[in-house]
């Protein structure tokens, strides 16, 4: 009779163990996901709980083979680059065995090698439980389909999150007033009406999306060049603001109700890798297909939703916003600091309620100082 062999997986220890009976076996260094835990579709998040190992794949392929669709489809190795999530070597397909997890085989979620070894023992996947090509090849052999996982939500608190307005905060412009501005004078001036109503708190802004994006339905060629404005008007200090900010522990996050692939230039310029804002679809000629309706920043306290998965997913120690909206406001029960941002448009409202205020990025020490609990002032100018 073969022995009984099982898996466990630490979040907080970046690790997986492998048992047999009762007797520690192996024990191998992983990533999981740079997003932390959870169970929602294009979440980029691990799953955690019960599984097994459905499906053992790639038996016989070569170290550094290259699936797609879990279709071996040709090979990498070190300095050959090839994308910054490529599936490796081999595969253990997972399914969930917990009602909360039970969408895991729909997700796609592996144990499989990568090409990102370096970051392996820090949180970096895209939801997998990545390995060193190598252990990966070791562990394939010693799994066979079938074989129990757990993996162990996170206990331990770490890291701090900041999460950041974009539209008139990180960039001087509202990125769907430009694109309303492509329209011509009479619907940019009725579009921009709507914006300041929604940013004042006097209309609900899930009634003020629908009614823009009706008026306006933006196509290719109006998303582009929005997108190039974003990094054209770049708020003065936020480009320092960033660096500082990830020398000091901080992971920042784009929290917008704007378009996610009008922001992603800009989070790419300012070195910020997670964006959370609403889709945009187009068709394949480049036409307007409508947007995610359902996506949590298109409605008031949206942003909080957002921010309370993430402090799930995570448990960080620390949790900051900035901003110059109402929605942005709407967070500050929902985080340990909250700055109103003034430096482009300062809301009145905003300004008399923060926890803080900015009129300016550029003093950069007083803003960490802020985060980090050192300065108790309400304005910082």
């Not at 599936?87 to 969408?103: H, K, Q, S």
Request: proline residues 5%; glycine residues 10%.
């Amino acid at each position: 009779m073969n022995p009984v062999v099982s898996l466990e997986v630490s979040v907080d220890g970046q690790r997986l163990d492998v048992f047999e009976a009762e007797r520690l076996l192996r024990s191998y260094p992983v990533s999981t996901a740079a997003k932390g835990v959870g169970f929602g579709e294009g979440t980029f998040r691990t799953p955690v709980g019960r599984f097994r190992v459905m499906e053992k794949l790639g038996e016989g392929a070569s170290s550094g083979a290259v699936f797609q669709s879990r279709v071996a489809v040709g090979s990498w190795s070190p300095g050959s680059g090839g994308g910054e999530d490529l599936v490796l070597t081999r595969i253990l397909r997972l399914d969930g065995m917990d009602p909360e997890n039970a969408n895991t085989l729909e997700r796609c979620i592996y144990i499989h090698g990568t090409n990102r070894e370096e970051l392996i023992g820090s949180p970096a996947s895209h939801g997998c439980i990545r390995l060193r090509n190598a252990d990966m090849l070791e562990l394939f052999e010693l799994v066979p389909a079938g074989t129990p996982l757990v993996i162990h939500p996170p206990q331990r608190l770490r890291g701090k999150v900041i999460f950041l307005d974009c539209d008139s905060t990180l960039s001087g412009i509202e990125g769907i007033d430009e694109l309303a501005r492509v329209r011509g004078a009479e619907v940019y001036a009725e579009v921009v009406a709507l914006t300041h109503a929604a940013m004042n708190g006097e209309v609900p802004l899930d009634e003020v999306f629908a009614r823009r994006m009706a008026i306006i339905r933006p196509d290719q060629a109006a998303c582009e060049e929005v997108a190039a404005l974003y990094v054209a008007t770049l708020t003065p200090g936020a480009l320092e603001l960033i660096h500082a900010l990830k020398a000091d522990a901080w992971l920042p996050v784009i929290l917008s109700g704007g378009f996610a692939p009008l922001i992603a230039p800009l989070a790419r310029y300012l070195g910020i890798e997670h964006v959370e804002a609403v889709p945009l679809l187009l068709d394949a000629q480049g036409r307007y297909a409508g947007y995610g309706q359902s996506y949590p920043t298109t409605r008031n306290l949206g942003k909080n939703q957002v921010i309370n998965e993430w402090k799930q997913a995570l448990l960080p120690r620390r949790v900051a916003m900035m901003g110059d909206g109402m929605s942005d406001l709407e967070t500050q029960p929902d985080v340990d600091v909250f700055i109103g941002f003034g430096g482009v448009v300062a809301r009145s409202r905003v300004k008399q309620a923060a926890q803080h205020w900015l009129d300016s990025m550029t003093d950069v020490a007083s803003v960490l100082n802020i985060l980090n609990g050192a300065t108790h002032a309400n304005s910082v100018k």
